[in-house]
């Protein structure tokens, strides 16, 4: 089995691999990068579409990707690092990278796909070494060059396949981690089934175990927990990871130990890092009434698809609408900050020509449209309402209550904390 990535390997890349390096270390075309970095990329091309530079589409197109990527991935874009549009938008942003590897450290870790080079990056900063694996040369240039860039002397690129990744050729590693590959082969179709992904998990697991004691992998969030917790008697932890409360990965670690893993449920914002880790079963449930609503607390993904959400609500006196609901209700706003807070306005069960007329009474010409165990979808939910526009500051949050009632809470989206 090849266990490379592959994840850039598209011959309709804009910017080929064989040009990239040439582009950024010829010091015409850095100064023109530097100098045009914050210029708009679209009025670039025609100001020097007639002034004889060469590489201009190239160039023009790293400075797109440069600026596009700025947040995401900023020691990279800052290096003026080769990037290619595909590797960017499939690879993990530096604050994710940076927060998986902040417990783990040791003197040697193998990254089994390479990709862009990000998580191999940050396991740089733990770890006193770690080796690459990269079947394809072309894909090993370019990470080689941005390691270089990025000052990371300690990563070394192996340009061979991973399944030829062994402790008597490499040295013994702490840690091994991957980013299996979700559109392996040539067609790049999403795979949603593990054992379908590249390398094959499942299939792997026990032989990487035997190297290492520590194995950690990244993969989809649409995978179920409950699924994985069944699947592997070797799972350690599963983390469900959101940045600014858009769940981004599932992130599991295996030791060699059979035992009951931990579920964390964690996000990344802006200014600050909300974490919840399982602490007890959950216990008997209470559901709260609609007309009792002054406050709706709805918790982040994270929590959600970790399924802690009821057990993190638990602490803070917070009660669900119903069995199958994530609306939680108050009569006063707590300290529960891993989600987003309404204050509710009005609530009436659901009647959508009553519903219309009280957003033609209130003069509502834009809402946001939420919704929680409630049969519409939100597109269904907008056009039974006449379609008005997204935005503003009023909400409309659909929701079922405990003995199947259908309700409609308008409220607003209070600010963080």
Same mark, same amino acid.
């Given at each position: 089995m090849d266990y490379s990535s592959g994840r850039t390997d598209n011959p309709s890349s804009l910017v080929q691999r064989n040009?990239?390096?040439?582009?950024?270390?010829?010091? &015409?075309?850095?100064?023109?990068?530097?100098?045009? !970095?914050?210029? #708009?990329?679209?009025? @670039?091309?025609? +100001? /020097?579409?007639?002034?004889?530079?060469?590489?201009?589409?190239?160039?023009?197109?790293?400075?797109?990707?440069?600026?596009?990527?700025?947040?995401?991935?900023?020691?990279?874009?800052?290096?003026?690092?080769?990037?290619?549009?595909?590797?960017?938008?499939?690879?993990?942003?530096?604050?994710?990278?940076?927060?998986?590897?902040?417990?783990?450290?040791? &003197?040697?870790?193998?990254?089994?796909?390479?990709? !862009?080079?990000? #998580?191999?990056?940050? @396991?740089?900063? +733990? /770890?006193?070494?770690?080796?690459?694996?990269?079947?394809?040369?072309?894909l090993v240039e370019l990470l080689e060059f941005n390691f270089k860039r990025l000052g990371s002397d300690n990563i070394e690129v192996i340009n061979d396949s991973a399944e030829n990744a062994a402790p008597d050729r490499f040295g013994q590693p702490d840690l091994i981690y991957l980013d299996p590959d979700r559109r392996p082969g040539s067609e790049r179709t999403r795979k949603f089934l593990l054992n379908e992904y590249q390398p094959d998990l499942g299939a792997n697991l026990h032989n990487w175990l035997g190297i290492s004691a520590l194995v950690m992998c990244k993969i989809s969030p649409m995978v179920d927990v409950h699924y994985l917790i069944a699947t592997f008697s070797n799972l350690h932890e599963i983390s469900v990871v959101s940045e600014q409360e858009e769940v981004k990965e599932i992130l599991l670690t295996f030791k060699g130990t059979v035992a009951q893993p931990i579920l964390k449920a964690i996000d990344i914002g802006k200014k600050?890092?909300?974490?919840?880790?399982?602490?007890?079963?959950?216990?008997?449930?209470?559901?709260?009434?609609?007309?009792?609503?002054?406050?709706?607390?709805?918790?982040?993904?994270?929590?959600?698809?970790s399924g802690l959400a009821r057990e993190y609500c638990r602490q803070f006196g917070l009660n669900p609408l119903a069995v199958n609901s994530q609306y939680y209700v108050s009569q006063q706003r707590n300290e529960a900050n891993f989600g987003r807070w309404f204050e509710v306005i009005s609530a009436q069960p659901v009647s959508w020509k009553v519903i219309r007329k009280y957003l033609k009474d209130m003069q509502l010409k834009r809402v946001m449209i939420g919704k929680r165990n409630f049969p519409e979808s939100v597109d269904q939910i907008r056009k039974k309402l006449g379609n008005p526009p997204d935005g503003g500051s009023d909400s409309l949050l659909f929701t079922t209550d405990s003995v199947a009632n259908h309700w409609c809470l308008h409220s607003k989206l209070l600010a963080k904390d």
């Amino acid at each position: 089995m090849d266990y490379s990535s592959g994840r850039t390997d598209n011959p309709s890349s804009l910017v080929q691999r064989n040009k990239l390096i040439s582009i950024l270390t010829d010091d &015409k075309t850095h100064e023109f990068i530097i100098k045009n !970095l914050h210029e #708009d990329p679209t009025k @670039l091309a025609l +100001r /020097f579409s007639d002034k004889g530079i060469d590489w201009l589409p190239e160039l023009i197109t790293l400075i797109s990707l440069y600026q596009k990527f700025e947040l995401k991935l900023p020691t990279w874009t800052q290096a003026l690092c080769a990037l290619e549009r595909i590797a960017c938008e499939q690879a993990t942003s530096e604050a994710v990278a940076r927060n998986r590897f902040s417990r783990v450290g040791g &003197k040697l870790a193998w990254d089994l796909t390479g990709g !862009l080079g990000v #998580d191999s990056f940050y @396991l740089s900063k +733990r /770890f006193e070494r770690v080796i690459v694996f990269e079947k394809n040369p072309e894909l090993v240039e370019l990470l080689e060059f941005n390691f270089k860039r990025l000052g990371s002397d300690n990563i070394e690129v192996i340009n061979d396949s991973a399944e030829n990744a062994a402790p008597d050729r490499f040295g013994q590693p702490d840690l091994i981690y991957l980013d299996p590959d979700r559109r392996p082969g040539s067609e790049r179709t999403r795979k949603f089934l593990l054992n379908e992904y590249q390398p094959d998990l499942g299939a792997n697991l026990h032989n990487w175990l035997g190297i290492s004691a520590l194995v950690m992998c990244k993969i989809s969030p649409m995978v179920d927990v409950h699924y994985l917790i069944a699947t592997f008697s070797n799972l350690h932890e599963i983390s469900v990871v959101s940045e600014q409360e858009e769940v981004k990965e599932i992130l599991l670690t295996f030791k060699g130990t059979v035992a009951q893993p931990i579920l964390k449920a964690i996000d990344i914002g802006k200014k600050q890092l909300n974490e919840f880790v399982s602490a007890e079963p959950n216990g008997p449930e209470s559901y709260s009434e609609v007309m009792n609503a002054k406050y709706v607390f709805e918790p982040s993904g994270a929590l959600i698809k970790s399924g802690l959400a009821r057990e993190y609500c638990r602490q803070f006196g917070l009660n669900p609408l119903a069995v199958n609901s994530q609306y939680y209700v108050s009569q006063q706003r707590n300290e529960a900050n891993f989600g987003r807070w309404f204050e509710v306005i009005s609530a009436q069960p659901v009647s959508w020509k009553v519903i219309r007329k009280y957003l033609k009474d209130m003069q509502l010409k834009r809402v946001m449209i939420g919704k929680r165990n409630f049969p519409e979808s939100v597109d269904q939910i907008r056009k039974k309402l006449g379609n008005p526009p997204d935005g503003g500051s009023d909400s409309l949050l659909f929701t079922t209550d405990s003995v199947a009632n259908h309700w409609c809470l308008h409220s607003k989206l209070l600010a963080k904390d």
